[in-house]
């Protein structure tokens, strides 16, 4: 078991307070009925200092996922983004490779009851230190995954272009599932039997030369890394289709990756015991990797702003 994330202060509807005051009230209506949404952001460090990578646009998903919701985020965009740059000066993180922002919008106490209109909106950001995802050599070696007996929601069930919390618990078991099962991921599958996206990734498959990922009617969250991807492969000349991907394409592709902001993009080196092309990292995802990895750490010219210094 890793050791427990810990930072100087999490901002919580307006106060820093110390990390280990940061708590709820039992009775918060998030807690009982998942009535909450999140984001996860990247920041890492650069030449000229720390970046926060697409802020406005995570920012943005955020305020999004809540009016799917009916929550009204009760702080602009601006006041988040400076509120964050604050919130990493104050927890001393300006000296660190790379970390990681978590805002969480919820409904807190008031009442219990599926009707959540009566509890206030609150909001909470934390940021701290933070490494890799799905293991460290997981971006160099690729990792093992199993296609999920469970499938992502149906459409019109939980939608999944809010980042909400409840969302999760499906993720939950599609994690376990994998990890008990010796798989360091899982791919699940749409209630029609296309591919969807990761516990926590978005997924791309490379077959001939041409980049495939599924569309958002594949019950996928929109993925800023996923968006990124296509624009960075775009750019480098390839073709990105958005289509719907039969599960077996996944065992005959010859790259498959992961894109997600703790996920960065990590190759998939087999799927159900079967490798993925050779069973190694393939060409075009290490082009996309350095491509990625020079951009975010500064660098790459920034041709989209999507950097955001902190000081
Ligand atoms: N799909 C899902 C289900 C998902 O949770 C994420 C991010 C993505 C796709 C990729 O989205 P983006 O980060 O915008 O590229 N998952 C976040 C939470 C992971 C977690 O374990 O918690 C993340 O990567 O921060």
């Not at 997600?260 to 080196?269: K, L, Q, W």
């Amino acid at each position: 078991m890793g050791s427990a994330i810990k930072a100087k202060y999490i901002w919580m509807s307006g106060d820093f307070v110390p990390w280990e005051d940061a708590k709820v009230h039992v009775l918060t209506h998030a807690l009982h009925y998942a009535s909450s949404v999140f984001e996860g952001i990247r920041f890492y460090r650069t030449d000229k200092g720390l970046a926060i990578f697409r802020l406005r646009d995570h920012l943005t998903r955020l305020i999004d996922s809540a009016k799917i919701y009916r929550m009204e985020v009760p702080y602009s965009i601006v006041e988040l983004e400076e509120t964050i740059k604050a919130l990493i000066i104050k927890n001393d993180l300006l000296g660190v490779e790379m970390g990681y922002i978590r805002p969480l919008v919820y409904r807190g106490y008031h009442s219990l009851g599926v009707n959540p209109m009566e509890c206030p909106v609150e909001i909470a950001i934390a940021a701290y230190e933070w490494g890799k995802y799905l293991g460290d050599d997981a971006i160099e070696e690729g990792v093992d995954v199993m296609v999920s007996s469970w499938n992502r929601a149906a459409p019109n069930t939980f939608p999944s272009m809010s980042k909400s919390t409840g969302n999760y618990a499906n993720s939950q078991l599609i994690k376990m599932e994998a990890l008990v099962n010796g798989y360091e991921e899982g791919i699940a599958l749409t209630s029609f039997g296309t591919v969807s996206e990761g516990s926590g990734e978005n997924i791309f498959v490379v077959k001939k030369g041409v980049i495939y990922t599924p569309p958002y009617e594949a019950c996928i969250l929109p993925g800023i890394t996923r968006d990124s991807v296509i624009t960075i492969a775009r750019d480098s000349g390839y073709e990105v289709v958005e289509k719907h991907i039969p599960r077996e394409f996944l065992y005959i592709a010859d790259e498959v990756f992961f894109t997600g902001t703790a996920a960065e993009i990590t190759p998939i080196r087999s799927i159900d015991r079967i490798p993925v092309g050779d069973g190694r990292r393939g060409p075009i995802t290490r082009e996309l990797q350095s491509y990625f990895f020079d951009l975010v750490k500064g660098k790459r010219e920034d041709k989209w702003g999507w950097l955001t210094y902190v000081k």
